[in-house]
């Protein structure tokens, strides 16, 4: 779908001009705020929407308003086709307003941009990854299902309801789904889909349904190799951007071992575009691991091919020849008959460290973690190992420079020696605290 198409649809769409201009809204006494279908009564612990109960029983509702239709954006949007869209994502979500979210996601489609590295690729991308993770994050706390289902029926109902439903519609089901699925072993049991179905919803044509697969998979931590495999690959050769996240997701929470080894062999020898994917997964869903490969690579950027040089702890040398990682894998601790398994071993890996002052950047996942470790003796530099790294192209290079802002509390972009001075800083703090 192009964007002219889409917005196209948006103005045919009922819920422009013709919609209602206000719209009820109910918030209970923490704040949350929700639209709903049947105002409530101040007091009441359960709210009806669109899209399934909300319960709410420590939280009773507080205020029910007739609030304004947050309709400017589309108006906006059709004078200006590439007007930012993130603080309007960030407001429809805090009012759980699920109805636009969902009707935002295809504009959002249109709107992403080849190639992908760039800045304003980069920026249409996280819009629809953040307009995503909002449905996704509502449909985890909306109940659609009647109350006398067993656990095991309601699971099976969620699954049917999330294969049905087109393009991100999928992600309500399926995010209720996900709330609900608990881990356990080779994916039986009354909490839990089989492999069997989960390949289904990873084939599917639906990339939202892939991408509820693929994190279900993990949440369940199947220990299978060919299915994490699978999942693994899909992480960055998958085609739609919210399916490799959803994969990325998936993945960490079963082998992070080998999404480290893979994903950081890739972003030293592959090409533009994986490598790319690479730094972005290593940022947003390792953000412990990003700081050290991100930080070598970049700045290899300056360094002629055939020599060698070091970044604080880091021994690489820059090579001509791309080169793409083995994509066989095992099951234990460490990713075994990798030819590239040597440049690897020259990146330290790495573990939260509260003392570097590095904060993961807002718009990932999860609590603030650290890219430095601060205690460990980076594997195979005890050998005198040298990661070789292909050399970087001019856009990557600005790519890494924007993804490691993420990685500092300042968010500021630096220069290749000013990453490399903020590294090298880093490691010598590091080295100060050992006993």
């Known amino acids: 779908m192009n964007l002219a198409f889409a917005l196209t649809l948006l103005a045919a769409s009922p819920q422009t001009p013709a919609a209602p201009e206000t719209v009820p809204l109910a918030m209970t006494r923490s704040g949350v705020r929700l ?56 407001e429809l979500e805090a009012d759980g307003r699920v109805g636009e979210l969902l009707e935002l996601i295809p504009i959002l489609e249109a709107r992403l941009l080849a190639p992908e590295v760039s800045a304003q690729a980069e920026q249409r991308r996280d819009e629809l990854l953040a307009a995503t993770r909002a449905v996704s ?13 067993s656990r ?10 999330a294969r049905k439903a087109k393009g991100a519609d999928a992600l309500l089901p399926g995010g209720r789904l996900l709330s609900e699925i608990t881990p356990g072993g080779a994916g039986v049991g009354d ?26 998979s993990g949440k369940e931590v199947i220990y299978d190799g060919g299915q994490n495999t699978l999942i693994l690959l899909a992480s960055l050769d998958d085609g739609h951007p919210v399916a490799r996240d959803g994969a990325a997701d998936g993945i960490v929470r079963v082998w992070p071992e080998q999404a480290r080894e893979y994903w950081i062999a890739t972003l030293l020898r592959w090409k533009e575009v994986p490598r790319h994917r690479a730094a972005w997964h290593l940022v947003h869903h390792l953000p412990q691991e990003a700081a050290a490969p991100l930080v070598g690579t970049l700045a290899s950027s300056e360094e002629r091919v055939g020599r060698r040089f070091e970044v604080g702890d880091l021994t690489m040398s820059v090579v001509k020849q791309a080169r793409q990682p083995a994509r066989i894998f095992f099951d234990g601790n460490l990713r075994q008959n990798d030819s590239t398994g040597a440049s690897m071993g020259a990146l330290p890996r ?68 000013g990453w490399v001075s903020w590294y090298e800083a880093k490691v010598e703090e590091q080295l100060a605290q050992k006993p």
């Open 35 to 90: 639209e709903v279908v049947e105002k409530p009564q101040p007091g009441a612990l359960e709210v009806r929407t669109a899209w399934g109960m909300y319960y709410t029983p420590r939280d009773p509702v507080a205020i029910v308003m007739d609030a304004p239709r947050r309709s400017t954006w589309r108006t906006e949007l059709e004078a200006d086709p590439n007007r930012p869209l993130g603080p309007t994502i960030a």
């Open 137 to 149: 994050a509502w449909g985890g706390r909306l109940d659609p299902l009647p109350g006398d289902l």
């Open 152 to 161: 095991a029926e309601r699971l099976e109902e969620l699954w049917k309801r």
């Open 191 to 216: 909490h839990q889909l089989s492999i069997s179905d989960l390949r289904d919803g990873m084939d599917a044509k639906n990339a939202y349904l892939r991408r509820v697969a693929f994190q279900i």
């Open 350 to 417: 790495t573990t939260h460290c509260p003392t570097t002052g590095v904060t993961l950047g807002a718009s990932a996942p999860g609590s603030a973690t650290t890219g430095l470790n601060a205690g460990r003796v980076p594997r195979g530099l005890t050998n005198g190992s040298t990661a070789k790294v292909t050399a970087v192209t001019e856009g990557l290079s600005d790519a890494l420079s924007r993804a490691l802002a993420e990685l500092t509390s300042d968010r500021v972009e630096r220069d290749v020696q």
